[in-house]
């Protein structure tokens, strides 16, 4: 690990699962970590791809861990949904059959969109209604039904919007399935791909940078995913740090072309390099 040429950091953008916990356990260095960002005023947004839980509930799971982030730190990739069909579309004029959780729902809802459940199409034939976009997150509830309803919607013109793409899920007990799973079932079913706004796209990292309002030459993004964290920020033009801390290893290299700026271990030799800044 190196640290060689760590400077002009003005701001993070951090992600969340296997960067700063494994399912419901902080990793070690966790309080050092945000004391350290606190005591030098280094702005930062916590940017997760899981769409599952609402903005409250991660700040709830924060708190737990003994760590305090105000809500305009927080941006998960179904906020970032939210606010790219936002700037498409009018909400109030524009239907949406959701696969995904509460939080892939809620800031849906706070936009002003019509979120058509399966709850409501219990009593028609699903064909009768015709949502403008199908909007795929992960559902830890997912069913045939729900598969279903959406290839008829997509098949039938819906556009097609997925909050990440991401095919796994790091937990304490180790890697389950993540929406990217879903996302490949519709795939094949409809023959039709989404449009992704988490990462490796750059929609969310570029909205997260416009909410920090420092340049991306002074943005870093810290990751543990090289197909996500790590190619999200080479497709949006910042630096970055992969933390060996969750999915990625240093063997996953030799598959792919692109790197991070910076490999450490974990928060704590961030915490240190960080330290190092005047």
Do not use: H
């Not at 606190?38 to 839980?53: C, E, V």
């Amino acid at each position: 690990m190196t640290i060689q040429n760590f400077t002009d950091v003005k701001a993070l953008i951090i992600d969340m699962d296997g960067v700063l916990w494994q399912g419901n356990y902080p990793l070690p260095g966790l309080d050092d970590f945000f004391r350290c960002l606190r005591k030098q005023s280094i702005p930062f947004i916590l940017a997760t791809n899981n769409s599952s839980l609402t903005q409250t509930q991660y700040l709830t799971k924060l708190s737990s861990m003994g760590v305090a982030v105000s809500n305009d730190e927080i941006l998960t990739s179904s906020m970032a949904t939210a606010y790219y069909l936002n700037e498409q579309v009018i909400p109030s004029e524009t239907s949406l059959f959701i696969i995904g959780e509460e939080g892939l729902r809620l800031p849906l809802i706070e936009q002003g969109f019509n979120l058509i459940n399966i709850d409501q199409l219990k009593d028609c034939d699903p064909n009768d209604v015709s949502p403008d976009y199908v909007v795929c997150g992960l559902d830890r509830e997912i069913t045939w039904e729900k598969m279903a309803i959406a290839n008829l919607y997509l098949c039938a013109g819906a556009k097609f919007i997925a909050s990440n793409g991401d095919t796994s899920l790091p937990l304490e007990v180790g890697t389950v399935p993540g929406n990217g799973a879903t996302l490949a079932a519709l795939q094949a079913s409809s023959a039709i791909s989404p449009i992704v706004i988490g990462k490796p796209q750059a929609i969310m990292y570029q909205q997260a940078i416009k909410f920090l309002g420092v340049g991306k030459e002074n943005t870093i993004a810290i990751g543990d995913r090289l197909d996500t964290d790590i190619l999200g920020a080479v497709n949006t033009g910042i630096r970055s740090i992969m933390v060996l801390t969750g999915i990625s290893t240093v063997e996953d290299f030799k598959d792919i072309e692109y790197r991070p700026t910076w490999i450490m271990d974990d928060l704590l030799t961030i915490t240190n390099a960080l330290q190092t800044l005047k």
